[in-house]
């Protein structure tokens, strides 16, 4: 059973490996930040909420975006579209920022590492990146359940003064005919999707939405097709963790994104949420001490899917 003495124990053992980590160091505000923050919160079914460290302390996004902008690009370009054409659902064992697979396969191969994410931000619709915006950020406040989700200005301005690796991806993906549509428009809405200020307790919410087949909690509002809301899942647990996934699925045993930012999302289906912040990141770009957390509490409940 999960209490708050435990949830308290995991944090503990995850202090010790954020000294082993490093803030992401190629976005100049995302560097800065304070590496030592470590916060988990976890939230069930049944409305029963826990939290532990700095589950309050905002921080941006970043890769966990690309669950919400997945969800909107499904359902204005169709699942069989997008999953036939655009992008593929398999595992690719390179870096999230990899460019190396896309002279070789044409269509990224999924939808988490960023060459395919940029191709999910050019499938949403929305006549500028202004309104594919708005919708995304609308969208992203229902699935956390908080309405003062908003830009962090700074690391928008941030990302897009040092993106040029996302930019090359972006044209390269044009130049073979896979990203359709204006290169910088996209890229625009690409780096502010990344850039909005979360907590682990709203990315807690949203996991928990994930974990209830898509389905609000609170008011039984469908905000995910079901049948989406598994697969998309399904690619968490082989794709989410990047090049991290499949020792994360023999450690951890279960679905989960990750971001640069620090946070960590896990949908445990009929069950619970789990939101996790810690800018610290392995080689990998995963929290370092948020894997830990995830580590001790898979193992002290016994709930790896494995
Ligand atoms: N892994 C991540 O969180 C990457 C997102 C980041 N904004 C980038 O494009 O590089």
């Known amino acids: 059973m999960l209490t708050e003495e435990l949830l308290k124990d995991a944090l503990q053992y995850g202090k010790a490996f954020t000294k082993l980590g490093m803030t992401a160091q190629y976005i100049p505000q995302l560097r800065d930040v304070n590496k030592y923050y470590l916060g988990v919160c976890t939230m069930d079914l049944d409305g029963n909420v826990l939290e532990a460290g700095d589950t309050r302390i905002p921080f941006t996004i970043q890769s966990i975006s690309k669950l919400v902008s997945l969800i909107l690009a499904i359902r204005d370009c169709g699942a069989d579209h997008l999953f036939h054409e655009k992008v593929g659902v398999e595992p690719t064992g390179d870096p999230f920022n990899s460019i190396v697979k896309l002279e070789t396969k044409t269509r990224p191969f999924n939808p988490f590492i960023n060459a395919g994410a940029i191709t999910v931000a050019s499938c949403i619709k929305g006549k500028d990146a202004d309104e594919k915006f708005e919708r995304f950020l609308e969208f992203t406040r229902k699935l956390c359940n908080n309405e003062e989700i908003s830009l962090n200005q700074a690391v928008y301005e941030s990302e897009r003064e040092t993106g040029d690796r996302n930019r090359a991806l972006a044209y390269y993906l044009k130049a073979s005919g896979i990203l359709e549509g204006d290169v910088e428009e996209c890229l625009d809405f690409y780096f502010r999707m990344c850039s909005v200020n979360v907590t682990a307790h709203d990315i807690a919410y949203m996991s928990l939405v994930l974990a209830n087949h898509g389905v609000d909690p609170l008011d039984q509002e469908e905000l995910i097709e079901p049948q989406y809301a598994k697969a998309i899942r399904a690619l968490m647990l082989t ?23 620090g946070g960590i999302a896990v949908p445990l289906v009929d069950r619970m949420g789990i939101g996790v912040f810690g800018p610290a990141l392995d080689e990998k770009g995963n929290s370092a001490g948020g894997i830990k957390i995830l580590e001790y509490l898979s193992n002290k409940m016994g709930i790896s899917l494995f």
């Not at 989410?240 to 990750?258: L, N």
């Open 239 to 261: 794709c989410g963790m990047y090049d991290g996934s499949g020792e994360f699925a023999m450690t951890v045993g279960f679905p989960a994104k990750s971001g640069v930012g």
